[in-house]
Each structure stands twice: as C-alpha cells, then as structure tokens.
C-alpha cells in the first residue's frame, strides 16, 4: 500500500511538504477505511471496485466539518480554563464560516486535493491573514487581522506566532536592546501531571492584534523599524515536549526517533512577513 497506492497522494504532497502524512501515520485508512468497507465521499464507486476494495460505500460525511471533529475535537474532560486542549471544531460552529457553509475541507483540501494546507504553509496562512502597516503622529504600527480563518489563529496550543518590531540605526543596523514584541498564542505547560494555561492571547474570526513602537524613543527619532512575523509551527513540541521526553528516555528506537522529531520541528520555523517603515521625524 504505501510502495504503490500511495503514489497519487504523494504527488499531491510533495509541492507542499517533504515529508508524507502517511509517515506520521495519517494515511488512507484513517479517514476512509471503517469496519472493512472503503468510504468514498463521490455517489460513483463503480470506479473504485477493485479486488483490494471489495466493498465501496458512499458517505457524504466525509465532506463535512463534522467528520473532521472526530480528530480535531477533544472532549470536554480535557478542557482547561473552560477550553479543550483542541477546540477546533466549536471554534469553527463559532464562526461565521459554519453560517456560511464553508466547511473545514473547502480550506484544507480544495477540490479535494489531499493537501491538508494548514500552519506549516506560508502561502495558507498568508490567505488567511491581513497584514498592513501604518504610520501615526505617535507610532509605527503592524497590524494583523484574521479575516479567512474559521477558527482562532492558531487552533490548538502548537504553534506560536511572534510579531517583532526592531529599531534600526542611520545605517539600518539593529539596535540593541530596542526590540518590541507581541505573541499569538495559546500558552500551555504542563506541571507535575497537570496541564495550565499560562495564557491565550490567539486571534478569532475577525480580530486583530497591533505591535507598535514608539516614532519617539528616550526623546530621540526613531530611523526606522524592522517589523517581522514569525511563525513557529511546532513550538510546543520543540520547546516543551521533545526536551522532556528525551530526558527521560533511555538509548535505543525510541529515543532515536524522538531526537529525529525534535530536530525536524527546529527547521520548520519561517518569516510569514517582513518590512522596513522609516521614519520622517526628526530631532
């Protein structure tokens, strides 16, 4: 199966990730394959009648949010702060895209493409955003505002989002010490057992978050600032979780593959925006 059926999809995916899902474990069978019978989301599966698949059924669920759920829905037990740890799918019932039947699978996989755009891709995410800058009498601003996300930004507790403002010297050289930033977020640990959160500052459906800096600094112009949004997809994990698990962890399969984890998820970060705004005060 992976040699051979397998190969549609991985054409699909290697214009978007160099790793596929099925390695993670996600592959056909997870979604498609319940009780013996292969799931198909078309009314036509005379095509899809083949020795491997002897029974064929057609099950509209598969293009509904509801299907989705049952992965990335948690329970109410695990709730922390009145949240589940995964909330996806409320977050989206929330929104104005469930009104609008705009369904999970619309976004993640258009024409049914088995992409599963989401984080990891800055083209996706930059489809969802809208990035502007602006300049006041008193500041300099980045403003991000989500306005094609049907669920808050980002979903779940993985990924952070950093917007950084650097001051920049006459030769636009980073000044020490003059950094500003803000962090979207969902802010979780886990002490002795017990998940907390620390805090959630991520952004719903039609919200917005503003870094600004000062146009005046210790009673000086400021030249100009750096701004920058940076995405961590894994930070979670790369922080938190792999560091922990490999303490514990003695030599051997496990640990090999742990080490390997946490060294993927550190090159995974990127820079979704960046841009210079120079200032026209002056001392």
């Not at 505002?145 to 669920?151: A, V």
């Not at 003059?178 to 057992?193: C, N, T």
């Not at 995974?268 to 026209?280: A, C, G, M, P, W």
Request: aromatic share 6%; proline share 5%.
């Amino acid at each position: 199966l992976l040699q051979s059926n397998l190969e549609t999809l991985a054409t699909d995916m290697k214009g978007h990730r160099p790793v596929l899902l099925a390695q993670h474990g996600v592959f056909c069978a997870a979604c498609h394959l319940r009780d013996g019978v292969l799931n198909i989301p078309s009314a036509t599966p005379a095509q899809f009648s083949t020795d491997a698949h002897l029974r064929v059924r057609y099950e509209p669920l598969l293009r509904d949010s509801r299907f989705c759920a049952s992965c990335h829905q948690f329970d109410r037990a695990t709730a922390v702060n009145g949240k589940p740890l995964q909330d996806t799918y409320r977050e989206w019932l929330e929104s104005p895209f469930a009104e609008q039947g705009i369904s999970c699978q619309h976004c993640h996989m258009p024409d049914r493409a088995h992409l599963f755009r989401g984080i990891h891709d800055p083209e996706m995410v930059r489809q969802g955003l809208t990035i502007t800058t602006q300049t006041s009498d008193t500041s300099m601003d980045l403003i991000v505002r989500s306005t094609n996300i049907g669920h808050r930004f980002p979903t779940y507790s993985v990924a952070r989002v950093r917007l950084t403002g650097t001051l920049l010297d006459s030769e636009d050289r980073p000044i020490t010490g003059k950094d500003h930033e803000k962090v979207i977020q969902r802010h979780m640990m886990v002490d002795d057992g017990r998940w907390i959160e620390l805090s959630d500052t991520r952004l719903k459906p039609g919200e917005s978050v503003t870094l600004s800096i000062p146009r005046q600094n210790a009673g000086r112009c400021t030249n100009a600032v750096s701004f920058r949004i940076i995405i961590e997809p894994e930070w979670f994990y790369r922080d938190q979780v792999y560091p922990s698990v490999l303490e514990e962890l003695e030599d051997g399969p496990a640990r090999d593959l742990i080490k390997h984890a946490k060294s993927l998820s550190e090159t995974r970060d990127y820079v979704l925006f960046e841009k210079t705004i120079r200032n026209s005060c002056s001392d």
